[in-house]
């Protein structure tokens, strides 16, 4: 899969990404606004933007890339009749939304 699939993916249905997967993700981003801040660190845990459970954070053990690949991979295979890719007719790339009408790398239009 390449990292256009994978952002599409994670940008566009993330509805089907599991939760667990959802909370590492969400945690990775706000972990690195705590900046050793114990007051903001405790908010973030109070508004659940980070987690302190074992399980969500096992997840991110092999890095935020890696995390990012297994949610798409998983949201697609789970969800083959919900993700679809909505390529480029010329170039075969992946347009930057579902909806989108021009390749952002050949600049093919369809609309």
Known sequence: MTQEEVDYIISHFNSLISEPELIALKHHFYVGEINGNNLRKRWYLENKRITEDPEILKLLDDGYE?????????????HPDKVYFN????CGKVARTPLARQC?????DWH
């Open 104 to 108: 952002r790398f050949c600049g093919h």
């Open 66 to 78: 890696q995390l990012r690949l297994r949610a798409a991979e998983n949201a697609l295979k789970n």
């Open 87 to 90: 390529r480029c007719e010329i």
